[in-house]
């Protein structure tokens, strides 16, 4: 059987959420034997997304946990305790016996199908180009010889793994074998994420470069527009209350 695809997903409620949430959605039900982890940064789970998810068509885990305030401020890493959260309820769940795949999903990246069929095969720690990201159109691990040897970078180059958080996959058994490896908070430098995380799993020489040697772009760091609601009323004034 194919192996599973888990997809991490850390969510907030803002505008835009089930606008992204949608676009997600409709990429993910096209993907065959996927399981969609949605971690709300929340106190509860909400409605909205629990709504949602039930007829997404997609399957999945919905948990949820609520990022400290003090950490709710610029330059602070961002889905921190949410990724957390799914890689323990996966360890908890999951056994030698279950074979997966486990991607980190930003809710408001633009990802491309095939993007799944490279990481699937996924023996332990596999990399790929991001684009839009780093300052460039790209960024992307150098291979030479189906090796990586360096990375094309725009952005603080001097990072161990200067990719971004949805420029890897984890095979689900070097997850179970590394139960400490964790996203970190403390003595974690904006963009230092993903180095932090990858260098308590693999190692460099180590990584699987998918994606033609790592040559073609099948996922983007999209960004949405805030939204200007400069003419939403400050009372209720349409005569149902409907859900956005
Ligand atoms: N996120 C979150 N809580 C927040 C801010 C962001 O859970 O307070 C989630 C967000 O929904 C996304 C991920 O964390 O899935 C990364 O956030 P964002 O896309 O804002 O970061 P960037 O694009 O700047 O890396
Ligand atoms: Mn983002």
Redesign the pocket.
């Known amino acids: 059987a194919l192996p599973v695809i888990y997809a991490i ?4 409620t ?1 505008t835009v ?1 089930k606008a ?1 949430l949608t676009r997600l959605a409709n990429t993910f039900r096209q993907v065959p034997n996927f399981h969609w982890i949605v ?3 929340s106190y509860t789970i909400t409605d909205l997304v629990s709504s949602f998810l039930s007829t997404s068509g997609v399957q999945h885990t919905h948990l949820h946990v609520s ?1 400290l305030l003090r950490y ?1 401020r610029p330059r602070q890493p ?2 921190t305790e ?1 990724r957390n959260a799914a890689l323990r309820s996966l360890r908890l769940l999951r056994s030698r016996n279950d074979s997966g795949v486990v991607f980190f ?5 633009t990802y491309s199908l095939e993007l799944f069929e490279e990481m699937r095969s996924t023996r332990r720690v596999s990399v790929w180009p991001v684009g839009l990201t780093g300052g460039r159109l790209y960024e992307r691990p150098l291979v030479e010889k189906g090796r990586v040897v360096g990375w094309y970078t725009g952005w603080e180059a001097g990072r161990l793994f200067p990719i ?2 949805a420029g890897f996959a984890i095979n689900l058994q070097v997850l179970l074998e590394n139960p400490q490896a964790v996203f970190k908070r403390q003595g974690s430098k904006p963009g230092m994420q993903e180095t932090d995380f990858l260098k308590q799993i693999t190692r460099m020489e180590d990584l699987e470069p998918k994606a033609s040697n790592c040559t073609r772009v099948l996922v983007w ?1 999209t ?1 949405t527009e805030k939204v200007n609601l400069g003419n939403e009323p400050k009372k209720q004034l349409d005569s149902v209350v409907i859900e956005v």
């Open positions: 997903t850390p969510t907030y803002r959420q992204e971690v709300e940064d990022t709710k961002r889905g949410q999903a930003d809710d408001d990246n971004d958080m760091h960004r």
